[in-house]
């Protein structure tokens, strides 16, 4: 796909609706810029929420819960401690 933006005087471009689509490049990606010989490449750095995280990494358990998370943690930092 061959797609053309300008530059304005202030070093702004908007990228084209189609390669934005096509990328799928949102608001708040970051864009990284490659010099190489013949001109550059670009890359899009996603900003992912912590939500697309989640289920992630698998629990072998399951969730106590907040209270007795930390009441576990501080035994085992008094116990650490002794």
């Given amino acids: 796909m061959l797609a053309r933006?300008?530059?304005?005087?202030?070093g702004q471009v908007t990228l084209p609706v189609e390669l934005r689509r096509?990328?799928?490049?949102?608001?708040g990606d970051d864009l990284l810029f490659d010099e190489v010989p013949d001109g550059a490449t670009l890359r899009v750095v996603?900003?992912?929420?912590?939500?697309?995280?989640?289920?992630?990494?698998?629990?072998?358990?399951?969730?106590?819960?907040?209270?007795?998370?930390?009441?576990a943690a501080a035994r085992r930092l008094a116990e650490r401690d002794r």
């Fill in 22 to 27: 096509r990328l799928d490049i949102r608001s």
């Fill in 46 to 71: 996603r900003k992912r929420g912590l939500g697309e995280f989640l289920g992630a990494l698998p629990s072998d358990r399951p969730f106590r819960g907040h209270a007795a998370e930390r009441r």
């Fill in 5 to 10: 933006a300008r530059v304005t005087s202030k």
